[in-house]
Structure formats: C-alpha cells, structure tokens
C-alpha cells in the first residue's frame, strides 16, 4: 500500500470509531474534511513495536489498531522529549505521529489526533499543556496519573480526559499501550512540557 493510501486507512479508521463513541463525539466533533499534507515517513527505533504490537485490544479499537500497525513505518514519527530528559531506552521503545491536526498527516486547525505508543515498563513523568486531551486506549494497558485525581489503570477501549494545564503522568506496566489521544482548545499546535512532580 502506498504511503497516502495507507494512512488514509488510519484516518477512516479514526473516524469510524469516533462515530461509534459518545465519549469522543462528545470531547470534539471529528472535522468533515482534512486534506492529506503528505509528510515524509520518519522512522524511530520504536516502528518494529508498533508494527508488531498484539497487545490485547478490544472490539471497537481493533480496526484502528491493525491500521496504525500496517501504517507504522510509512508515519512521521516524533518524540517531543531528549535523553537527557527521558534516558535512551524510553526513546527507544516510545513514539507518536499527529494523523491529524495543525502539522499532522491530514490538516485541521480544529482537533488534533496523535497515535502514540509506550513500551512496557515505561515511566513516563509528570507533564502538563493547554489543551484538554483525551486518551482512548486502543491495545495494551498503563496505569494514569493526574492531579487532584485516583491513579487509574485504562485498559482497551477505555479513555480518560485530563484538563487544559493539568498535570498528568503515565506508567506502562508488563504491557505496552498503544493510545489514541485529542486534543482540543487552546495552544492546539504547542507541545507538552515537563512540570514538577504533582500529589495526585
Ligand atoms: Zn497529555
């Protein structure tokens, strides 16, 4: 499959799923019309995971998630943070692309739509941005943090919200998880930022 086609497959995947769930039609209305931008495929040393991911998954998140491994190495990969922040094995086993958004495969100025997978035994700490987010777990399972809430384990098809700046931290277990996250609101095309440790 060509490189377009392939993450065309990604976007249709999305958007049936979100036509399938109250809680994402609810956090954002999925745009009628997002033209493909074409980015370059840029690979991380995290694709042969991703591509090769059979975590447990469920029902719902299954089309998706065969899509986004089939699309794995065509994606433009990023990771937002360096080793001097995260280590070399956290860089090695984690990524995310923006299949849709402001700098995404496809453009809206009006959702953004990350793919984003951790390893197993990944901590991923404290970190906060503008945008309400919501998290929609389509395989594996991490135990999530945020401030002023219960740490809660999200398992497959299950999602969660974390508020515009509120502090919020991840941790993969024995399993990796492969996510599918919105954002919305404001500062839709910033970046995450590292925050000091929050009492959940
Ligand atoms: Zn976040």
Known sequence: MTLSASLRTVLAAARALHDTRADLQTFAHFPDWAPSVNLAPQPIPAVPLVAGCTAADHPETRA????????????????????????RDFLN???Y????????????????????????????????????ELYLCLAGAAEFHAEGRAPRILRPGESLVHDANQPHAMRTTDSPILTWVLWRGQDLGGQARMVPKAVA
């Open 64 to 87: 998706l998630a065969l899509a986004v491994r089939a699309a794995a190495p065509l994606a433009s990969w990023e990771q937002t943070y360096s080793e001097a922040e995260v280590g």
């Open 93 to 95: 086993r984690y990524g």
């Open 97 to 132: 692309f923006e299949l849709l958004g402001p700098t995404g495969h496809f453009h809206s100025r009006s959702l953004r739509g990350y793919i984003a997978y951790w390893g197993p035994g990944l901590d991923y700490g404290w970190h906060a941005h503008a945008a309400e």
